[in-house]
């Protein structure tokens, strides 16, 4: 029998769809991620470092001790490090912190030396039974705390986006009846809120940094606009400004261009994920949409901002350097019609000059011709008043045929 043959991505695209999914996990459970920001040259000591510690770093997802609960994860610009544990005895030990600090990052051996800076850690603890209010309010801030149901209702969580004293944030889950892998799914979905709500706000910073620096530069664009205008104006120095301006926004386009993409990206991701967690608000307190929204659609729309405003520079130095050019090509124009006039005018009197040249020379081709007869007949038939008579009578004759000569030569050249 024929076989057909696969496809070499078919095998590798399937697993794709698996490649990003926690290992299915069940309450009571205590976990923590990080996530770290890894430069491009950091990437080859990242994955040596990986491969030390495991069974290798294939693509761009390696779990490493699995069994024991700790996961490592390549991104395109950072890598997340997981740890989780259902260790009776490691939960039974900080019951009165709701399982909070079981995870710490000096106990986790794993991440120690790891490449990259500690961008975000997340501590989440998940239990069968509703939290004891007075415990969950050592452990989070109540007052604002954000509190909602989960997935459709099988779940309740408490965050109030805090940094507490191990330098991580705090989620505490209730399970309520989560059902085969969707406490993973849940906690996926809750630590890619965090991640990426976070990484979106690097380009926080930077947007602010370019809102400042488009208002000088708008302002330098404004006045070289007004310089095409005035009278006496110099084009170069125009030019010069203009070519000047439009390198420094090109330059902070390819500078800012990555992060502030990057920053609409995340918050895209962040929304999608808010959709999927299928909230149900609580009385009291604020959802994590909400909450989220609130406090990072601001920020977003200041990036959209700057981002629409320094490409909206750059197409106004376009625009202003057609109406440069215009001014330029007229100008010449100006100075080319200028330039014929004064040619036409030279050649006006190059004519004039030539027809008074013309006048002389019938003169002098006539006593020329003259002299030549005088030289031929004086010696036959002398010196008489007859004779003289003859040359008079002559001169008019060959001023006429000289005159009609050069007439006709001149007729010939035109026709030419």
């Given at each position: 029998m024929t076989q057909i043959a696969d496809h070499p991505l078919r095998l590798a695209l399937s697993e794709l769809m698996h490649e990003r999914a926690l290992p299915v996990l069940a309450a009571p459970l205590a976990l923590r991620s990080w996530v770290l920001l890894v430069d491009d040259a950091d990437r080859a000591a990242e994955t040596e470092w990986v491969n030390r510690l495991g069974d290798g770093a294939e693509g761009r997802l390696a779990r490493i001790e699995a069994q024991a609960g700790r996961i490592w994860e390549r991104h395109g610009e950072f890598s997340t490090w997981l740890s989780y544990t259902s260790d009776p005895a490691a939960l039974q030990a900080a019951a009165d912190r709701l399982w909070f600090c079981v995870l710490r990052t000096e106990a986790f051996d794993w991440l120690s030396g790891a490449p990259g800076q500690v961008f975000r850690s997340v501590e989440i603890a998940v239990d069968r039974h509703a939290p004891d209010m007075d415990s969950l309010g050592r452990c989070l801030d109540l007052s604002t705390c954000v509190s909602c149901d989960a997935f459709d209702g099988r779940a309740q969580i408490w965050t109030d986006f805090r940094a507490h004293d191990n330098g991580a944030g705090r989620i505490f889950i209730h399970d309520k009846g989560l059902r085969n892998d969707e406490l993973s799914r849940l906690l996926q979905t809750l630590i890619e809120i965090g991640h990426y709500r976070k990484l979106a706000l690097l380009g926080?910073?930077?947007?602010?940094?370019?809102?400042?620096?488009?208002?000088?530069?708008e302002q330098r664009l404004v006045d070289m606009t007004r310089q095409l205008n005035r009278p006496g104006a110099s084009q170069d120095d125009i030019y010069d400004s203009l070519t000047a301006l439009s390198a420094d926004v090109e330059q902070?386009?390819?500078?800012v261009g990555f992060r502030l993409g990057a920053t609409e990206a995340y918050a895209r991701l962040v929304e999608d994920r808010l959709i999927s967690?299928?909230?149900?608000?609580?009385e009291g307190f604020s959802t994590m949409k909400a909450f989220i929204e609130?406090?990072?659609?601001?920020?977003?729309?200041?990036?959209?901002?700057?981002s629409a405003r320094l490409n909206d520079v750059s197409d106004r130095i376009g625009r202003v350097s057609d109406l440069l050019r215009a001014k330029v090509s007229i100008s010449l124009e100006t100075q080319n019609q200028l330039l014929l006039k004064n040619m036409n005018a030279r050649a006006e009197l190059q004519v004039k000059l030539s027809e008074l040249v013309e006048g002389l020379s019938v003169f002098a081709l006539s006593y020329y011709i003259i002299n030549l007869i005088k030289y031929v007949l004086e010696p036959v038939v002398g010196h008489s008043k007859g004779v003289t008579a003859g040359y008079s009578l002559g001169v008019i004759v060959v001023l006429v045929g000289a005159w009609q000569f050069i007439r006709r030569r001149k007729r010939k050249l035109r026709v030419e």
């Open positions: 926080f910073p930077e947007a602010r940094a370019i809102l400042t620096w488009l208002k000088g530069a902070r386009i390819n500078e967690l299928r909230e149900r608000p609580v609130r406090r990072l659609q601001p920020a977003m729309r200041t990036c959209e901002a700057a």
